[in-house]
């Protein structure tokens, strides 16, 4: 494949989990951008060792680190086609990265998210508060923009220059719905890939706390809200 793809891997405190990652992501992959979203263990040092590029983001979010690593491909010479965005605490399965990718370069869609269907969930991999919250969001977006995703998994993939149109700026938890609203407001071409999904390693920094869950859904609604009397 000589397709030029990138990953960009938010990290905060991943360093028994970052390793596993990097070395399940296929070889095609151009480059495997790991942002240290300020951690305080050996992160980036595993991260380093496994071949990726380490980039640092001392700014708390997701969105942050995101953005981050959207800074540092806007500054190489040669810009990427597909841009893939994949967490680092190995639940989702990195080989999968073929699927993601697979309806971009063959049948030339704009976005892919990886949907994370309960049949290929393993048991406990999706808490309550998330399966809850993508319910939720997804239902909203199917009632005011006639949306056909299910999920809001951050295993997705989409082409370099329509990720800059959606001029993202979520800093936080936010993050993911506001790009799949931006893209339905944009009209670009979208489809869900199925993809299994096991038990984290390490603790989610979402809904692995009370405050981490109530924070992410006020997000998630507040950007749908936004979106949907917004012209």
Not at 126 to 142: E, S, Y
Not at 187 to 209: A, H, L, W
């Amino acid at each position: 494949m000589n397709k030029n793809i990138k990953v960009i891997i938010p990290a905060y405190n991943e360093e028994a989990s970052i390793g596993k990652v990097i070395a399940e992501i296929p070889d095609f992959v151009s480059e495997i951008i790991v942002v240290d979203n300020n951690s305080t263990d050996n992160t980036s040092e595993v991260a380093k060792s496994a071949g990726a590029t380490v980039l640092f983001q001392p700014k708390g979010g997701y969105g942050n680190a995101c953005l981050k690593g959207m800074e540092y491909i806007s500054e190489e010479d040669i810009k990427p086609e597909i841009i893939v965005f994949l967490d680092g605490d190995y639940s989702d399965y990195p080989s999968e990265l073929t699927k993601i990718v697979a309806p971009i370069l063959e049948d030339d869609i704009d976005f892919v998210v990886g949907a994370r269907v309960k049949t290929l969930r393993e048991a406990g991999s999706m808490t309550f508060p998330q399966r809850f919250g993508n319910a939720l969001a997804t239902k909203l977006m199917k009632l005011f923009f006639n949306s056909k995703f299910t999920d809001l998994g951050p295993f997705r993939a989409i082409k370099y220059e329509k990720l800059l149109a959606l001029n993202m700026e979520d800093k936080t938890y936010g993050w993911t719905v506001e790009m799949q609203l931006k893209v339905l407001k944009k009209k670009f071409t979208y489809v869900e890939v199925p993809v299994k999904y096991k038990n984290r390693i390490g603790t989610s920094k979402v809904s692995g706390t009370v405050k981490g869950a109530i924070f992410a859904g006020v997000k998630i609604l507040s950007w749908i809200f936004k979106y949907s009397f917004k012209k």
